[in-house]
């Protein structure tokens, strides 16, 4: 413990920080002050409201698992499954980039067929942080996430170009709509088929899709989170929401393009590779310290971003057990994790997959099973 008398220098040492740092806040304060006339109030408006969520690989908690097996599962609020496959850092590039095509090289999943409009045929050619593992050298096992995040966006993609929806309906994805896992201007190519796919359900089916993404969390909004408060911005008695400037964003963001859309020219002409959606702060409670989310609103759909807001406000009023949080996206969550029961069969199946491979030597991993793997972990009880 610290003493009484580190405790005092420890006071006024932050105290002293805290004067000298002062200055620091008042500057954000005066960044996001002009906010203060742009929030506008939410008119509900109720559609049909659906969402996508792939399998969080960090929630594995299988206690034996030597070939780091991971499960590619995209299912929706519905519980509709897209997408389940499994995969390993260790499983081979080629192969896996071919299994997602057919003889004709057409898409033969989601992935392929979206691999097949941006026109690449590896998985090594659609990003940049999947390198082809054809020879001896060491792959970092990190690949597997940004494959996962590529079947979640081929999935939408697919979804949005090919479902027949049977009346106006609002797609909400899980994160903002910006990506850095597409390689060169692939992303921008993908916006565009995203974009057509809306267009032609407007045209050929009048249907209309809108398209968000909702954040858990945001580095502007933890910038700002203070100086909104200090301000009184979206602390109202009813449903707020606020547009984001783009030079708010930027200033929160270590790399500028993270928060560089279509909607905005550059000096240099750069074109926008990473940002598909325009950011506004939500508040979907009534009181004035109900939690804010960022939300990103597909670019082309800006201009609908009040009917858009609405829709949800309708689907985040209900939230549970997260207060004011879509209710469609807490579905996807909860039909999409694989916990309790479903990870003891995947610890039962792992064993099972493993006891195949080694056949004469299966009685070994048996007695294997009872030997405590952190035997360390005795120092805690």
Same mark, same amino acid.
């Given at each position: 413990? %610290?003493?009484? #008398?580190?405790?005092?220098?420890?006071?006024?040492?932050?105290?002293?920080?805290?004067?000298?740092?002062?200055v620091l806040l008042d500057q954000l304060r005066a960044e996001i002050r002009p906010l203060r006339n742009q929030v506008r109030q939410i008119q509900p408006r109720t559609t049909t409201s659906i969402s996508l969520v792939a399998?969080?690989?960090?929630?594995?908690?299988?206690?034996?698992?030597?070939?780091?097996?991971?499960?590619? @599962?995209?299912?929706?609020?519905?519980?509709?499954?897209?997408?389940?496959?499994?995969?390993? !850092?260790?499983?081979?590039?080629?192969?896996?980039?071919?299994?997602?095509?057919?003889?004709?090289?057409?898409?033969?999943?989601?992935?392929?067929?979206?691999?097949?409009?941006?026109?690449?045929? #590896?998985?090594?050619?659609?990003?940049?942080? *999947?390198?082809?593992?054809?020879?001896?050298?060491?792959?970092?096992?990190?690949?597997?996430?940004?494959?996962?995040?590529?079947?979640?966006?081929?999935?939408?993609?697919?979804?949005? @170009?090919?479902?027949?929806?049977?009346?106006?309906?609002?797609?909400?994805?899980?994160?903002?709509?910006?990506?850095?896992?597409?390689?060169?201007?692939?992303?921008?190519k993908y916006l565009q088929g995203i974009q057509e796919g809306i267009e032609t359900q407007r045209t050929k089916s009048r249907r209309r899709i809108y398209l968000a993404g909702v954040a858990k969390h945001s580095k502007v909004?933890?910038?700002?989170?203070?100086?909104?408060?200090?301000?009184?911005?979206?602390?109202?008695?009813?449903? &707020?929401?606020?547009?984001?400037?783009?030079? %708010?964003?930027?200033?929160?963001?270590?790399?500028?393009?993270?928060?560089?859309?279509?909607?905005?020219? &550059?000096? @240099?002409?750069?074109?926008?590779?990473?940002?598909?959606?325009?950011?506004?702060?939500?508040?979907?409670?009534?009181?004035?310290?109900? !939690?804010?989310? !960022? *939300?990103?609103?597909?670019?082309?759909?800006?201009?609908?971003?009040?009917?858009?807001?609405?829709?949800?406000?309708?689907?985040? *009023?209900?939230?549970?057990?997260?207060?004011?949080?879509?209710?469609?996206?807490?579905?996807?969550?909860?039909?999409?994790?694989?916990?309790?029961?479903?990870?003891?069969?995947?610890?039962?199946?792992?064993?099972?997959?493993?006891?195949?491979?080694?056949?004469?030597?299966? !009685?070994k991993l048996d007695s294997f099973q009872f030997q405590d793997a952190d035997p360390a972990q005795a120092r805690y009880s």
């Open positions: 413990m %610290i003493d009484p #008398q580190s405790q005092e220098q420890l006071k006024q040492e932050i105290e002293d920080r805290m004067k000298a740092d002062c399998t969080d690989g960090g929630n594995n908690s299988i206690k034996f698992d030597p070939f780091l097996v991971q499960v590619v @599962r995209v299912v929706d609020s519905s519980n509709n499954e897209y997408s389940l496959e499994v995969i390993t !850092p260790t499983t081979n590039i080629s192969t896996l980039s071919e299994k997602h095509f057919k003889g004709d090289s057409t898409g033969r999943t989601p992935l392929g067929e979206m691999m097949n409009y941006l026109g690449v045929t #590896q998985l090594a050619e659609l990003s940049h942080m *999947i390198r082809s593992n054809d020879g001896d050298s060491p792959t970092s096992p990190t690949w597997v996430q940004v494959y996962r995040e590529l079947v979640e966006w081929a999935t939408l993609f697919s979804i949005i @170009r090919k479902k027949d929806f049977g009346s106006d309906t609002l797609i909400i994805c899980d994160g903002l709509l910006r990506s850095k896992v597409f390689a060169k201007d692939l992303f921008k909004l933890s910038r700002y989170r203070l100086a909104m408060a200090l301000e009184n911005i979206l602390m109202t008695t009813f449903p &707020t929401y606020a547009e984001i400037p783009r030079d %708010i964003e930027e200033k929160a963001y270590i790399w500028s393009e993270y928060a560089r859309g279509d909607d905005q020219e &550059t000096e @240099r002409g750069e074109i926008n590779k990473f940002v598909g959606g325009k950011m506004f702060f939500v508040k979907f409670g009534s009181g004035a310290r109900d !939690p804010v989310w !960022p *939300i990103d609103i597909f670019l082309p759909q800006v201009a609908d971003a009040q009917i858009i807001i609405g829709y949800m406000l309708a689907d985040a *009023i209900n939230g549970f057990p997260v207060p004011f949080y879509p209710q469609c996206l807490q579905k996807a969550h909860e039909n999409a994790a694989l916990v309790d029961f479903d990870f003891d069969i995947m610890q039962d199946l792992v064993f099972s997959g493993l006891r195949n491979a080694l056949a004469d030597e299966a !009685p």
